[in-house]
């Protein structure tokens, strides 16, 4: 049984930021309106709902958020599915889009992706960012997010050397890149001292090497490819979409410096797509963290192991650089509302990929988005292309 | 393109009630190691794990149960993915393990649901299952799901003049099926007076009118057609599996006595399988008051409008009557663990199905099971067949 190719027809995200007074079902619903509205559909034609969302429920009191989208937008009594997999929930919601219409069970699928944050405090915020480790074995001991990746951090400076200064330099280039999109909660001109010298967080990370905690809400409108088109704005190939899992507790994993669900990910999609890693344009990855993105680039295979540092601070992550990561700012500037970052991700790919975005990567034809959860519990990784590439 | 057959070769369901020491992931990993081993299949097999939960997060600080359950069950890096629909969160899960089948995705895929709630106090349960509800429009009028079901009751024998003693008859029917299965929570032999003596919870539902809250999960263990039976329990075929959405607010329902959502799904679902509501020999729906089970079995189109009362009183839904419901007990007596109970549907289903069932409906070739969440936000139904019906 074969499914059948599919497109990108229309993307949209808010500003990611704070919308204290925007109820979180509405922000999705502006993302949801703004992607149908570019694609040119009629939302009679909608044929299934998937929402990204992780801690709707912990942080607003709000769940069925898909079921609530389709209601305000007036869509049919289509299937509404909200899929929860921690920071990766968005990227599960396109894979999910993308089947149901690969599978022919509808011609039209929608994936909307929000969270609501910025009102939380730092203790309830916590704890709820914190329901993607397992209860039982991982957060009695007092591990927290920026606690795992500074691990993280450390082991990759034993085992390959890298620096501080690396490692800054990917935050540099992130927090500049966020400074042009504008979209982007937290762009910012920064040298390395600033960062070596903002708060510890979890050392060797400092403020600045940490995502903030955003409120915003992306969608993406996938059709049949030989439906894609309808709308002005041009159609963007998935020539991949794979969700993977790895390890749900530290002790499953041989190596915090690589996550294998992120490895697996990616061999499937080069796979999928018929390409190698260096036939890449751009890559929009989850840097939750600036470590992380030295990390997931290795396991995406885009650089040997241990050369995602010197990469960075080289330059060749840069746009304009061999090949740029995060030319959006990332999560660490754009912000990083859970459920509706790995649709972010795409929405940003697709701005490149059309030619139209803020920090345009020239002749982009090829992309690929990196979604990760938890402690790589969840990984969705996509590769999107123009048609004629 | 069309989708392939599928079939059911495995099923469990933990006992319903107080797990208290046993943790939420742990619960769900119970019953799918039973649903496997029944199956006998190996673990390397499965391509997809579909986990129904509504608030484990709001309730026990635990998300990204679809990983953490696959960990622990040794799967391979598939795609896991927590679904959510508030009620209907099992019933979706189920669809979806059908569908990652039925379009070749996979060979086999695993549904899991799982709820833990007896822990938690009266307020903190009621918040979270309020979750349900869309929190601008509903919630601050201080309305809760027994107000709801209040107001169908009231309105349904205002306009069909059903009765007490009627809406009764379903308790007395569902608490005494409950005696005899030995996974049900609260089995009871119960007398009219003794219900309408009991607690007022909201005028007119009273305690023994309302489903209990519980502990537990069910598997389900979902195979192309053409490789069912490598197991030696009977398989089981799915005829049709349907998810849709209804109103998300009050305000949206043209009437309280009927959910669009179930209508919808029911209507879709007969079609699939190519049979009416009268081919049926027993159903399995969503009682999660007693009013409910009225309501949803008029949706449901197994007797004209109005008539529900009746038929209960009458004694045609008891095994043994012209279509035995919720012979299982129900959620009003088997419990409702919430993300499980979708799939404790199907479990229950395919034992009557097998003959294997302690409320056993005789010559059981033909069953429905429904699933309905939040304000009639999300519904699933499902058909499923003997191979040789």
């Not at 011609?107 to 910025?118: D, N, P, R, S």
């Not at 001292?193 to 060797?204: C, F, L, R, V």
């Not at 963290?289 to 010197?310: K, N, Q, T, W, Y």
Request: glycine residues 12%.
């Amino acid at each position: 049984m074969t499914m059948r190719p599919v497109s990108i027809s229309g993307v949209a995200s808010t500003p990611f930021g704070a919308h204290t007074d925007v109820p979180i079902h509405e922000l999705a619903v502006r993302a949801a309106r703004a992607a149908i509205e570019e694609a040119g559909i009629d939302r009679g034609e909608i044929g299934s709902l998937y929402m990204g969302n992780f801690i709707g429920g912990m942080l607003t009191g709000q769940e069925v958020l898909a079921g609530l989208t389709a209601d305000a937008l007036g869509l049919a009594n289509i299937p509404c599915t909200k899929v929860e997999g921690a920071c990766a929930s968005g990227g599960i919601a396109f894979r999910h889009a993308c089947l149901a219409v690969a599978s022919g069970e509808c011609e039209v699928a929608l994936a909307v992706g929000v969270e609501k944050m910025t009102h939380a405090s730092t203790a309830d915020m916590t704890a709820a960012l914190n329901a993607a480790m397992d209860q039982c074995a991982d957060a009695p001991s007092g591990l927290t997010w920026p606690g795992l990746f500074g691990m993280g951090f450390r082991l990759h400076a034993a085992r390959y050397g890298t620096t501080r200064e690396q490692v800054s330099s990917v935050v540099i280039k992130n927090k500049g890149n966020g400074l042009s999109n504008p979209l982007a909660q937290m762009g910012a001109e920064l040298d390395a001292e600033t960062i070596s010298n903002s708060k510890p967080i979890a050392d060797p990370l400092r403020l600045f090497d940490c995502c903030p905690p955003s409120d915003g809400a992306a969608a993406v409108l996938v059709v049949a490819r030989e439906r894609a088109g309808s709308g002005d704005a041009m159609p963007v190939d998935v020539r991949a979409s794979v969700q993977t899992r790895g390890a749900a507790r530290l002790a499953g994993h041989a190596d915090l410096t690589s996550f294998d669900a992120t490895v697996s990910a990616a061999r499937r999609a080069y796979e999928q797509a018929g390409i190698a890693p260096s036939d890449l344009d751009f890559v929009e990855l989850h840097d939750c963290f600036s470590i992380a993105e030295i990390l997931d680039s290795e396991d995406l295979g885009l650089m040997p192991r241990g050369h995602g540092g010197g990469w960075a601070l080289e330059g060749r992550t840069r746009v304009g650089g061999d090949l740029p990561i995060n030319a959006s700012g990332g999560l660490l500037a754009k912000g990083h509302p859970v459920g509706a970052t790995g649709l972010s991700q795409i929405y940003e790919a697709v701005t490149q990929l059309r030619g139209e975005h803020p920090n345009q990567v020239k002749n982009a034809a090829l992309g690929l988005t990196h979604n990760l959860g938890g402690t790589g519990v969840a990984c969705s990784v996509s590769i999107l292309a123009r048609p004629d590439a």
